[in-house]
């Protein structure tokens, strides 16, 4: 399998591009879920820039991820200016090569996070962005979100993974699939293998971290109470054939050389384990 580290869009952005290189990365995925370049004018100038640090340091961009709402901010609650920023960096992505973009589908807070309602309006949401993206030749991956510790009076849709299948499904498009968040999947306390196993072959890019079940650390591989060996038997079994990818917390304080070196270990190990049932 290919294995990827998600790089934030930030002012440590080419930092990290070199670590990810030293480490032995081919493949990156480009987060920007939380910055504003898609809410401004120009912003195709930063895709070429973008695109030239990649060429320098020998890396493909294999997916990306959306910028996103506050999970708090109920889904029939819209704003213009984000959902234009959702396009572009779909287009953006797909200029950069990215064969799948992440997703994070909102919840109707305002309902009392009813599924159903969130199902109603994820499906309105979703549709022009599934257009764009079939228009760019790429694809939307629907994240699981997880229902969060600190705030578990708050079930976010797509943490039931049947809802998450449904909304999948609606589309009938080989450009959308479900970007599976092990590290969220794992907060949900739930058998996590059949989960997999039920979702299937739907899963077309990955997010990869730990945690202890208490918050979403985002950490490494090798820190919290994951079972790899057990979840990765099942992406066997139906070969997955995309991008193990790393979705996992990183500062230019720490020793970025020894901390990207160590997360591509990590990788490593999680790809060798589990056999096929």
């Not at 989960?195 to 299937?200: D, L, N, R, S």
Request: charged share 25%.
């Amino acid at each position: 399998m290919k294995k990827a580290i998600q790089i934030q869009y930030d002012s440590d952005f080419e930092t990290a591009l070199k670590c990810a290189k030293n480490a032995g990365f081919r493949y990156v995925s480009l987060g920007f879920g939380s910055c504003k370049l898609f809410h401004n004018a120009g912003w195709e100038k930063h895709i070429l820039h973008i695109e030239k640090l990649l060429e320098k340091y020998s890396l493909e961009c294999i997916q990306t991820h959306l910028p996103y709402y506050d999970l708090l901010i109920s889904a029939e609650i819209i704003d213009k200016d984000a959902d234009k920023a959702m396009l572009r960096c779909i287009k953006g992505g797909a200029m950069l090569g990215a064969q799948w973009t992440a997703y994070h589908a909102r919840t109707a807070v305002n309902d009392n996070c009813s599924p159903r309602k969130s199902m109603e309006l994820a499906k309105t949401a979703l549709t022009p962005l599934v257009n764009e993206a079939i228009a760019q030749n790429t694809g939307i991956a629907i994240e699981n979100l997880p229902v969060f510790p600190d705030i578990y009076e708050m079930k976010f849709f797509t943490s039931d993974y049947e809802d998450l299948c449904e909304l999948c499904d609606y589309f009938e498009s080989e450009n959308v699939g479900i970007c599976w968040d092990f590290g969220h999947a794992h907060l949900m306390k739930n058998n996590q293998r059949k989960a997999i196993e039920y979702v299937g072959n739907r899963i077309r890019a990955t997010h990869i971290h730990n945690n202890d079940q208490n918050s979403d650390g985002h950490f490494l591989p090798s820190t919290g109470t994951i079972d790899w060996k057990s979840v990765i038997s099942p992406f066997k079994k139906f070969g997955y054939g995309g991008a193990l990818t790393l979705e996992i917390n990183y500062n230019a304080d720490f020793a970025l050389e020894s901390f990207f070196r160590h997360a591509y270990e990590c990788l490593e190990i999680i790809e060798k384990a589990g056999e096929p049932i």
